[in-house]
């Protein structure tokens, strides 16, 4: 990817990522809160069976139209998602393949940058996000798809390598469309 077109998704998606409005109108924490809160005590809508608010969102209404937008989809789409242990994964079969968001809640910060490490380090060329496009967080990439953030506690990773190239209407790489949807996702939890 040439240096001019990253420098043009990055100051999209930092566009994007300030004019943005997200799940916190909806009542979803930040993940720190949201780790806060489940550390506590459960409440009405995390408990110690089901994943936190801030991870559940990535099969929220919100991420759900960003989807919709960015793919130019005539609706919103139906993801299935699972909860195992400190993982949540929301998976989203599109008419071009799948795409998997997952959330990786950890015990601290540390461990959250291990695990947004880890997701993306098996992959070949797999490289940290640097600069203005690593929004000031521990990021990862890989050019078949893959990105993957750490932010407080949690480890998100948007894999976008089940969809077929290029995506969307804008004919953009799988490595693009996974960023810009981690981005909306990271604007969400910053608010």
Known sequence: ???????????LSCAALMMSGCAAAQGAPAPQEAAQ????????SASPAGPPPAAAMVCG?????????????????????????????CTYRLPSGALVLAVQESPD??????????AVAALPSAAPIEGLANL?????????????????????????????EPVGPHGVSRSS???????????????
């Open 37 to 44: 809160q489940s550390a506590a005590a459960p409440s009405s």
């Open 136 to 164: 000031g967080l521990p990021g990862y990439q890989s050019p078949a798809g893959t990105v993957a953030f750490a932010k407080d506690s949690f480890a998100l990773t948007v894999d976008a390598t089940g969809l077929k």
């Open 61 to 89: 209404q919100e991420i759900r139209a960003k989807i919709a937008q960015i793919l130019a989809l005539p609706a919103d789409p139906s993801p299935s998602s699972t909860w195992a242990g400190s993982r949540y994964t």
């Open 109 to 118: 910060p540390a461990a959250a940058r291990a695990a947004a490490h880890g």
């Open 177 to 191: 469309l996974a960023y810009q949807i981690a981005t909306d996702v990271l604007a969400c939890w910053s608010e």
């Open 1 to 11: 990817m040439g240096a001019r077109l990253v420098r043009r998704l990055v100051a």
